[in-house]
């Protein structure tokens, strides 16, 4: 019997995109990396491929997302980051071995410790966090304006103000919204 799960969204900034693994998080929350093999997928589309994964790691990986997720938000509103966050970032990018490695067509790749372990990943995870959060990146941190949603997102357009962490769901969800809200108040304008 096969099972489904949640597609994965895959943005282009790493630590942000690991953060929506997670998405929803003030409606119904969707879990997009349910079991350990669903980790090992993940992490294997942003290369960074693991030969294994227990429920342990999975756990660490989860723990590392909600305190970037936690970090990025207080960043985001300026707050002060709370300190159990950071702790658990740095930790995790202390605790992994990876190297980037400069390929011959003059990309970046990253390379795990061998065997390849899910530390590995996420401590080049959690230095992507750290980039962000530190303001080293041109970008800025923004809470994503859907209410269900609110995730912390990496802003990299040229005026610093998209609203939504996502265009094709948070986005779009938001504009229908509005539309069906302004035809109840005006049903003669719609038609
Ligand atoms: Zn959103």
Redesign the pocket.
């Known amino acids: 019997m096969r099972t489904e799960f949640p597609d994965f969204r895959l943005g282009s900034v790493l630590a942000t995109s690991f953060t929506g693994t997670l998405?929803e998080r003030h409606g119904t929350a969707v879990e997009r990396i349910p079991t350990p093999q669903r980790l090992i997928d993940w992490l294997a589309v942003y290369g960074l491929a693991v030969d294994s994964c227990t429920t342990a790691q999975l756990e660490l990986a989860r723990k590392l997302r909600e305190s970037i997720h936690a970090a990025a938000t207080a960043a985001a509103i300026q707050n002060a980051l709370p300190a159990s966050a950071v702790q658990v970032i740095n930790d995790r990018s202390i605790q992994g071995r990876a190297a980037a490695i400069l390929t011959p067509d003059g990309n970046r790749r990253w390379q795990l410790g061998s065997p390849s372990r899910v530390e590995d990943a996420l401590a080049v995870i959690a230095a992507d966090a750290i980039s962000i959060i530190a303001g080293e990146r041109d970008g800025k941190l923004a809470l994503?304006?859907?209410p269900t949603?609110?995730?912390a997102?990496f802003d990299t357009s040229q005026s610093r103000t998209r609203k939504?962490?996502?265009m094709n769901?948070?986005g779009n969800r938001q504009k229908k919204a509005r539309f069906n809200a302004n035809q109840r108040k005006n049903p003669k304008s719609a038609e």
């Open positions: 998405s994503c304006a859907s949603c609110q995730a997102f939504w962490c996502e769901t948070c």
